[in-house]
């Protein structure tokens, strides 16, 4: 096509005409392989209008500032999109670009109909609907080149910090009902549950987290005095503790014997990336192998934890990526005795165990006192969950600052009752499990951005 036909079909374009459709064919309009011909240089997104749903059915309107969620160009693939979504319920059917900046382009920008298919001409500042991805095309002064881009404004279909939750099982005949007390803990795609029956005997549920099964799966555990709440997972190996004797396994069913060591413990207080602490004659102690124990200091003369109810987590530090915290919450008396151990995963610093105390100005705040108390870090929190006398799951009480003060309106599970006993883990897809003796109930869930790409 000439020139001068094209430039006075851009000019019609300008005068509210359609593109004819001899120009959006490959034979009239060549699309530009040159990186200065016909580009989008840069592209803002306006305000924009959020609508929010509660649950009583109002509904909410509030304003979004497009220009925070910037928009990449992608220039090799000519894709324009923004990598941080906006919230949930805003509206991009009536989007318009900001006024100051909008889209900076080398040509004339034009649209792809979404119902006639044709290029039309394109004015940032319309309203325009873009809830679906959209062809935007810039051409040349003559119209004898074009580039077009597909926009894809993303708005998260989740609410970011809500919790979504699923039934995973609810045999009441199955292996992990019939567990009045258990622990529960993941190794790459593998949770494992330990399980000690009425009758006494213990067991373990081995089962994928892709597609878990807990009927017919358990293998008994032959040693005894087996306290399966203590079974931590270290270095590849399991350990738990057999009337004080510390025992280990590189499996978690089979091959369970006794750790060559000269000490018997109480407890075992956790394990970080490399060593597992325990505790002996009211003293701490840390091992890098499981045999070899060393003293792990103490900055203070409260008593650790004497008996066996313990419970702890490790939770990664939020402002720096080479350190970690492991908490560990004792419950004894009637009373919850909080403990907590600065790790540098490269040796840069050392701190002693130091304990938190809960005074009575913390009122509903305190760490509380369940019944088969189980710690866990999560969304670089401590979690604490557990059951009451009555066999109703708690609520998660959540520590934000990592031992001090405990709050339950953070983070949310469904009602579950008739529990004997409670295991709770985590896997690497921050998906939280809990499964309930019992019942043989079993969910599953997490924060929504934490499953997000």
């Known amino acids: 096509m000439k020139k001068n036909s094209i430039f006075s079909l851009i000019l019609a374009l300008a005068a509210g005409l359609t593109l004819a459709t001899a120009c959006d064919t490959s034979s009239e309009v060549t699309e530009s392989d040159s990186a200065r011909d016909c580009l989008i240089t840069s592209a803002t997104m306006g305000t924009l209008k959020r609508q929010v749903h509660t649950i009583n059915d109002t509904t909410y309107t509030y304003t979004v500032t497009g220009a925070a969620y910037n928009l990449t160009i992608d220039q090799v693939n000519n894709r324009i999109f923004n990598e941080d979504s906006l919230p949930t319920g805003t509206r991009t ?16 920008l034009a649209i792809k109909s979404l119902y006639s298919g044709k290029d039309t001409l394109y004015t940032y500042t319309d309203s325009t609907d873009f809830s679906v991805k959209r062809e935007v095309s810039v051409y040349d002064t003559y119209g004898e080149r074009k580039r077009t881009y597909t926009f894809d404004i993303r708005v998260h279909r989740q609410e970011a910090d809500s919790t979504a939750w699923q039934q995973v099982a609810a045999n009441p005949l199955s292996d992990v009902a019939s567990f009045v007390k258990s622990r529960a803990l993941t190794a790459g795609n593998t949770l494992y549950v330990f399980g000690q029956r009425a009758d006494g005997k213990v067991q373990v549920v081995q089962t994928s987290v892709m597609a878990p099964d807990f009927d017919g799966s358990a293998a008994n555990i032959s040693a005894t005095g087996f306290d399966v709440r203590s079974v931590t997972h270290f270095d590849g190996h399991f350990y738990a503790l057999a009337n004080g004797t510390l025992m280990h396994s590189a499996n978690a069913a089979e091959g369970w014997q006794t750790a060559t060591t000269h000490h018997t413990f109480s407890a075992i207080a956790g394990c970080t990336a490399d060593s597992i602490y325990a505790i ?39 402002i720096n990526k080479l350190a970690q915290m492991l908490v560990m919450v004792g419950i004894e008396g009637g009373k919850a005795n909080v403990w907590k151990h600065d790790i540098d995963s490269v040796g840069g610093f050392f701190t002693p165990w130091y304990n938190l105390p809960q005074t009575s100005e913390l009122g509903a705040y305190a760490c509380p006192v369940v019944q088969q108390h189980t710690l866990f870090g999560y969304d670089t929190n401590t979690v604490l969950a557990g059951l009451s006398a009555e066999g109703v799951v708690a609520p998660f009480y959540v520590s934000r600052d990592n031992g001090r003060t405990w709050r339950t309106d953070v983070l949310t599970h469904p009602a579950l009752t008739g529990a004997t006993s409670l295991a709770v883990t985590t896997d690497a897809s921050n998906y939280i499990w809990l499964i309930c003796g019992g019942t043989g109930v079993v969910y599953k869930g997490r924060i929504n951005r934490l499953g997000w790409e």
Do not use: E, H
């Open 280 to 318: 002996s004659n009211a003293q701490m102690w840390a091992s890098a192998n499981g045999t070899d124990w060393a003293p792990s200091a103490i900055d203070t003369d409260a008593q650790l934890p004497v008996g066996n109810n313990v419970a702890s987590a490790t939770v990664a530090s939020r």
């Open 93 to 108: 059917d009536k989007l318009v670009f900001a006024s100051s900046s909008g889209i900076s382009s080398t040509g004339t």
